[in-house]
């Protein structure tokens, strides 16, 4: 709901008839010739956004017939169109945009219809304004594109969409932060498989060298892992100077840690400060964690020294069948000397 402050009685009757979707009161304040179409309260409101944000289709198509600019914007930037795409208001959206309402007049931080829509979830109004020739690639401000707001707030079919229109899966904010590093640090796992089917790049960085990877293990989220492992996503040394263990250890998500372990990541790699995630886990205070990585320490040096010892048994035994064999060999030959002999 936007904020009424008005500057006149007259102005302040018509606010409040567009705000209430009071038809006749709207129209008996328009006839008095006392106040403008378009009057502003000190925030740019005007009587066709308040009516447009609130739903009241009869109040914008009469404000429309006596000349209200769809235009007009707010000091933020935001238009009326802004509002009924964010309200999912598809029948004031095609009023709007058939009365002349840019369909890609942004708000000063970069936000479109488009991005609102896909960040409220309304399909039906996404669709209507791709069809009217919405950027699907238009970027706010940071860099954010509309795939990225609807991958960053986990709606699965508004992305599916998005892709089928042909929405680029590898666009970052400013920050390098990508769809797929988003829904991985937000949780979103089936987002995550989707861009990933779409050829989302796995191990994409961030500006401060994290990866999706890296983000899913920092806040703990399994199911995310689990899709990203299943893409051969990097599980050494990260440009940050850390490993995803180390991400999953500093914040004692334990499950997360098993998981890395039994797939297969070195639990011996140190970070930038020279620790490895046992030690990370031990000073974060998790010291179940660091017992479980050091018990699995201990394991594996057992298993390599078995190996080992494997290893040179395997040896010996080659050794002495091949010692046997050439024995057996040279009494062959032998036999054989005697006998043409």
Not at 87 to 115: M, N, Q, R
Request: net charge negative.
């Amino acid at each position: 709901m936007v904020v009424v402050v008005k500057e006149t009685p007259s102005d302040q009757q018509l606010h409040l008839a567009a705000l209430q979707g009071n038809l006749d009161q709207l129209c008996k304040v328009l006839d008095s010739g006392k106040v403008h179409v378009d009057c502003k309260d000190k925030e740019g409101t005007t009587p066709l956004i308040l009516a447009s944000a609130n739903n009241h289709l009869e109040c914008v198509r009469e404000l429309l017939r006596q000349g209200a600019d769809p235009q007009a914007r707010r000091l933020t930037g935001t238009c009326a169109l802004f509002f009924a795409a964010q309200g999912g208001f598809l029948d004031i959206v095609k009023v709007l945009l058939e009365s002349g309402a840019p369909v890609d007049l942004a708000s000063f931080d970069g936000g479109t219809p488009l991005f609102v829509a896909c960040q409220c979830n309304h399909l039906d109004v996404v669709e209507e304004l791709l069809l009217r020739g919405a950027d699907i690639h238009a970027q706010m401000v940071d860099g954010a594109t509309s795939l990225f707001i609807a991958a960053q707030n986990g709606h699965v079919k508004m992305l599916k969409y998005l892709l089928s229109k042909g929405a680029d899966v590898n666009i970052k904010r400013k920050d390098q932060a990508s769809p797929l590093w988003i829904a991985s640090q937000m949780g979103h796992a089936m987002i995550a498989r989707e861009l990933l089917e779409n050829g989302a790049e796995i191990d994409s960085t961030r500006e401060d060298g994290a990866t999706p990877l890296f983000k899913a293990c920092h806040k703990g989220h399994l199911d995310v892992i689990e899709e990203l492992l299943k893409n051969n996503c990097n599980l050494g040394l990260l440009p940050n100077g850390e490993t995803v263990l180390h991400a999953a250890a500093l914040f004692g998500h334990l499950k997360v840690v098993k998981r890395l372990v039994e797939h297969g990541v070195d639990i011996t790699i140190r970070n930038k400060e020279d620790q490895t995630a046992a030690e990370l886990s031990s000073e974060a205070g998790y010291d179940f964690i660091a017992k479980f990585l050091e018990t699995k320490g201990e394991s594996a040096k057992v298993e390599s020294k078995n190996e080992a010892s494997n290893i040179e048994v395997e040896s010996s035994i080659k050794t002495q069948l091949d010692q046997s064999t050439e024995n057996c060999t040279q009494l062959h030959e032998l036999e054989n000397n005697e006998t043409n002999a």
